[in-house]
């Protein structure tokens, strides 16, 4: 206990003299740690804005059209499809899902939006968080999600205009926005929901499409009547419903076009900043070991033990990281609350947890080397005495 609190106070009183260095030091690892949670909280936003409706489908299972890869927009199913996977015993729901874009230009300034068709009551209907849902139908109403209203001033009770691009023209189409969900982002867009009917009316299509007026879905959102038997239900479908293929939410989420370059690029980004931080405090503890080897040679003379100097340089490296992992951890709570929607910016709580953790511990592994050859200072070679 002696030890401890000996070496507490060292570490200490050496800070307290020296601030000015211990600061600056400080100050570099609260940049460090600005860097990685930024990097965090973009790479959650990014991954948020491509998956987020899909990861929050009530559904085990995303049913596409065979040999399409798992990609949503290569999928487009037969409108019969709907039916045969009801039938399919062990299925407790099903629920068609059509996408396209459009684009607001109500506004000042024109919002381009995922446009979603879902069937009321059915898996890959949100949850309506104000309003109601919309009627089925060739209904011209509309429910947006919470990006939405916050890009825009678009309330329930509001009507919004369209803009589609059919064949070489375009075309303007009014809704009536009957409801507001929670965050949908669907291809890095907000979104807004419409009855199936009303997107096959007022979807952008090409001329060739524009004499049908079947809606043909892109893919089927299966809830299960025993989400454990994903596996098995998928090879089910697969074997009762033709010409399809079946993939868990994961996987539809991986198969995202982009999703998984994107993500493996913003965690190399992570990584590589971890190791500068690693580094730089490594450096910096190596200069401050080697300015002060006449100390610790005094320090050794006159008794003290190696562990209560290697205890002493440990103390003052996880002192200084915390005190820049503080400092960081407020800049980045400052920063966060100035930047707009527009930016993809979510600070996840486990992400960011995990990210301070490895911030903590990046102070002495990047001090391990210092450390070390503090304990291996001989008191007669530092005092030039052998």
Same mark, same amino acid.
């Given at each position: 206990m002696k030890t401890i609190f000996l070496a507490t106070y060292l570490a200490i009183k050496e800070i307290v003299r020296n601030r000015g260095r211990f600061l600056l030091v400080s100050l570099v690892i609260a940049l460090i740690t600005l860097l990685v949670l930024f990097i965090a909280a973009l790479g959650e936003g990014l991954g948020n804005g491509n998956r987020q409706y899909v990861d929050g489908l009530d559904a085990q299972l995303i049913v596409f059209l065979e040999k399409s890869d798992y990609i949503i927009p290569s999928s487009r199913l037969d409108t019969n499809t709907i039916r045969a996977v009801r039938r399919v015993e062990g299925v407790a729901d099903a629920g068609a899902i059509y996408t396209s874009n459009t684009e607001i230009v109500s506004l000042e300034e024109p919002l381009k939006v995922s446009m979603l068709a879902v069937e009321p009551g059915k898996p890959g209907m949100p949850e309506i968080l104000e309003g109601r849902e919309f009627r089925s139908g060739e209904a011209r109403e509309a429910v947006i999600d919470r990006n939405v209203a916050l890009r825009s001033d678009i309330k329930v009770g509001d009507t919004i205009e369209i803009r589609s691009t059919q064949g070489t023209e375009d075309k303007f189409y009014t809704l009536e926005v009957v409801g507001l969900t929670s965050g949908q982002s669907y291809s890095f867009q907000p979104t807004i929901f419409v009855p199936s009917a009303t997107w096959e009316k007022i979807r952008p299509q090409s001329e060739s499409d524009m004499g049908s007026d079947t809606p043909y879905p892109n893919i089927i959102a299966v809830k299960l009547q025993d989400p454990a038997q994903i596996e098995a239900m998928s090879a089910l479908l697969t074997e009762r419903v033709a010409n399809i293929e079946v993939a868990d939410i994961d996987t539809t989420i991986s198969n995202i076009p982009g999703y998984s370059a994107q993500q493996g690029t913003v965690q190399t980004q992570a990584v590589f900043t971890l190791l500068i931080g690693i580094l730089v405090i490594g450096g910096f503890f190596q200069i401050q070991i080697l300015q002060k080897v006449p100390q610790i040679g005094v320090l050794k003379a006159i008794g003290s033990a190696n562990g209560m100097v290697g205890l002493s340089a440990v103390i003052q490296i996880i002192v200084v990281t915390a005190m820049g992992v503080g400092i960081g951890g407020g800049l980045t709570y400052l920063f966060s609350l100035g930047f707009p929607p527009? &930016?993809?910016? @979510?600070? !996840?709580? *486990? !992400?960011?947890?995990? +990210? @301070? @953790?490895?911030?903590?511990?990046?102070?002495? *592994?990047?001090?391990? *080397?210092? &450390?070390?050859? +503090?304990? /291996?200072?001989?008191?007669?070679? +530092? %005092? /030039? %005495?052998?």
């Open positions: 527009t &930016i993809p910016l @979510v600070f !996840n709580g *486990v !992400n960011s947890l995990i +990210a @301070v @953790v490895l911030l903590l511990l990046i102070g002495p *592994v990047g001090g391990l *080397v210092s &450390i070390v050859y +503090a304990v /291996r200072i001989e008191p007669l070679k +530092a %005092l /030039r %005495l052998g």
